[in-house]
């Protein structure tokens, strides 16, 4: 009897890291669908000549895809949940290696998705995929990490996945239990079954770290519309809170309180912050 009742309470205890590692689906596809585009690739003419998936690493405008999406699009077209239209200004950085792509569209205070920490990604983490297959807008697919490894003859790693992807999908953000990117999706093995694959989100840090851009990881940085003088800003993320956000930015040797950000936001005592929201910084 007391051996039964010691499994009890081991099993008690790992339930809450068990229930930690389940997405939410319903409240992560509500949080991230927000921050995917279906993009619209199209020639000299203005046709539609393909389709794929993006999604925005920050507020103003910084949106991920696939290499193989982009390449020899004239014009780029990217729609949001509301419907919105954005157009593409421009290709920031390309990484044909790891089939990712960097482009900046014509938009400010948007919301936007996080990266997770390097290697978070193995073998049986649960995951989500929200794409555009077919642009089929906002679709929902799950599963896990199958493996990490690296492809046959070549260089590349990637993530093998369980998640469902389809044309269309190419550029999809790959999310954990937390909404976090853990991976980028990119292809899949039409000669297999459930044979799917995506770049893992350290080869997108390193791009970004590259082209000179910082916002994907969350750190705090000065408004690109405003002059020295003016706050700086920082993106929120899945699960962040005020007093977790002045922990964060002390570490990056930024002292400010929950109140001064309260009040120079003019947010209520009560008040929610949600994951994109853009919020000034003393």
Known sequence: MILRLGWLALLLLAFPLIAAEIPDLRTLAKQA????????????DGEVKGSGTGFLVSA???????HHV????????????????????????????????LLQLDGKDLPCLTLSPPNSAEAGTRIAVIGS???????????IVSARRKLPGEKREVLQ???AISQGSSGSPVLDAQGHVVGIASFLLAEGQSLYFATPSEKLQALLRRSGHTTGTSTVVPSSRTNASSPRTFTVRSGDTLTRICRDLKNQGIQAS???IRALNQLATNALIRPGQVLKIP
Do not use: C, M, W
């Not at 669908?33 to 000299?44: C, F, K, N, S, T």
């Not at 982009?70 to 790891?98: S, Y």
């Not at 297959?133 to 599963?143: A, I, Q, S, V």
């Open 33 to 44: 669908r927000p921050a995917v585009y279906l993009l619209a690739i199209q020639d000299e």
């Open 60 to 66: 103003d405008g910084l949106l991920v895809t696939n």
């Open 70 to 101: 982009v390449t020899g699009g004239k014009r780029i077209l990217a729609k949001a949940e509301n419907g919105g239209l954005f157009p593409v200004i421009r290709v920031l950085a390309t990484d044909p290696v790891n089939d990712l792509a």
């Open 133 to 143: 297959p077919l642009g089929l807008e906002g679709t929902l697919t799950e599963g």
């Open 161 to 163: 996945i369980s998640a």
């Open 258 to 260: 929950p109140d001064q």
